[in-house]
């Protein structure tokens, strides 16, 4: 006797070769945010339905942003396997590695946008602060981008003196200070303000110029020289 019960792996088989054809045919704006999850999941998970677990992912980490840049452990509590967890990465780190080429191929002030897209894309979402300097040359185009420091839930340490030495090293003409705050709230503290005068004052005297203090939340992005803070 021959079981009429739908075969799971043929249905999750039909359900992904439609959203193949969806994301090939119409392109990315087609599939919903769980939709591209549930596909890529399917790609380290091939013969299984990951719907449920790509919408599960997606509410306990409050969104796609926020899952992407999840680091390995907190996945690995949530139930992914190594697999998934590749998976989501290699999906983070291409996205990055687009957004930094438009950051990387023009003088970064010509393009400003660009870079506001770059930075939330990598640092908005991240449950820890971190600081990061990227290094510009006489051109303004980019020459380092470099994680500084990366400290507890709110709290970053900046030891100015090493981020004067370190653009003394690579010859930098120009520099951008960034850091998150894991609360969402990109509105600048009043030590982000003194951190900043006191940059602006170590490297003035070497040519250095400190052309923005940026300050990343999931709720948007703070510019210390647009709110005429330095």
Avoid: C
């Amino acid at each position: 006797m021959t079981s009429s019960a739908p075969d799971t792996a043929t249905d999750a088989s039909g359900h992904r070769s439609r959203l193949r054809r969806r994301l090939i045919e119409l392109g990315p704006e087609a599939l919903l945010d769980h939709e591209l999850i549930e596909y890529l999941l399917a790609l380290a998970i091939p013969r299984r339905d990951t719907k449920p677990m790509a919408r599960k992912l997606l509410a306990e980490f409050g969104g796609l942003g926020a899952l992407l840049s999840a680091d390995a452990e907190a996945l690995a509590r949530h139930g992914a396997t190594e697999g998934v967890i590749a998976a989501l990465k290699i999906a983070e780190a291409s996205a990055l590695r687009l957004l930094r080429t438009k950051i990387t191929e023009r003088p970064i002030l010509s393009d400003w946008q660009a870079l506001r897209d770059y930075l939330h894309a990598d640092m908005a979402h991240r449950p820890i602060e971190r600081v990061r300097v990227l290094h510009l040359n006489t051109k303004n185009m980019l020459i380092r981008d470099e994680l500084m420091s990366e400290g507890s839930i709110d709290q970053a340490a900046v030891h100015i003196r090493e981020v004067i030495k370190r653009a003394i090293d690579l010859g930098s003409a120009a520099l951008i200070l960034v850091h998150n705050h894991p609360s969402g709230d990109p509105q600048p503290s009043r030590q982000d303000i003194a951190l900043t005068k006191e940059l602006i004052a170590a490297a003035k005297p070497l040519g250095i110029a400190i052309h923005d203090h940026i300050i990343v939340g999931t709720s948007g992005q703070a510019s210390l020289r647009a709110m005429g803070l330095m």
